[in-house]
């Protein structure tokens, strides 16, 4: 709240702005906690396996930070 507060924003503001940080904080906390398979080499660079893409269970989504810095994602086919 202190950051808000620092900002400029009144004290409502800034306790509702804190309100709605910790709640985006506590689902993204959640989600990636299911979607946490581990990291892993795919195609030589370090991805994190985000779990299964289909519903088949046949691909998986992988996510990575790019050369310049942004992040991307791959769909891999789960081989036998």
Do not use: P, W
Request: charged share 30%; glycine share 8%.
């Amino acid at each position: 709240m202190k950051y808000y507060l620092d900002d400029g924003y009144t004290l409502t503001t800034a306790y509702q702005k804190a309100t709605q940080f910790k709640s985006r904080i506590a689902f993204l906390y959640s989600f990636f906690k299911r979607v946490d398979h581990g990291c892993h080499e795919v195609d030589g660079k370090r991805m994190a396996n985000m779990g299964y893409f289909d519903d088949a269970h046949t691909k998986r989504l992988y996510g990575y930070i790019g050369d310049n810095g942004d992040v991307k994602y791959r769909v891999k086919t789960i081989e036998d």
